[in-house]
Nanobody, 130 residues
Framework: QVQLVESGGGSVLAGGSLRLSCAPS????????MGWFRQAPGKEREFVAA?????????YYADSVKGRFTLSSDNAKNTIYLHMNKLKPEDTAVYYC??????????????????????WGQGTQVTVSS
């Protein structure tokens, strides 16, 4: 059973920055398609960012975070990161790391869909106050 261990949430003022981390157990990060999702109170879980594909992969972002958030991976530490800058109050949510075994060309179309992913972290709270 794959476990995703998340860390790095917290509370910041608007305009601040946070870095979330996610490390899958058992296998290397490169063995998965990886994604970040978030869920605010009373709202559905929504896509934030994904790392899809072979040879380092390609990153994809939701329009709401493009230019402010960056997804990166460190294979030596077997960890992916979500660097969040210029945070806004509307970024407040529980953030989840997600993973899908292997690779398929279909992932290039389905990566924003939470149902693609087989494994989920426990979630980490991010609170941005104005």
């Amino acid at each position: 059973q794959v476990q995703l261990v998340e860390s790095g949430g917290g509370s910041v003022l608007a305009g601040g920055s946070l870095r979330l981390s996610c490390a899958p157990s058992g296998r290397t990060v490169s063995a998965y398609a990886m994604g970040w999702f978030r869920q605010a109170p009373g709202k559905e879980r929504e896509f934030v960012a994904a790392l899809i594909g072979r040879s380092g992969g390609t990153t994809y972002y939701a329009d709401s975070v493009k230019g402010r958030f960056t997804l990166s991976s460190d294979n030596a530490k077997n960890t992916i990161y979500l660097h969040m800058n210029k945070l806004k109050p509307e970024d407040t949510a529980v953030y989840y790391c997600a993973a899908k075994d292997g690779y398929s060309d279909t992932y290039l179309y389905t990566f924003p869909e939470s149902r693609l992913y087989d494994y989920w972290g426990q979630g980490t709270q991010v609170t941005v106050s104005s």
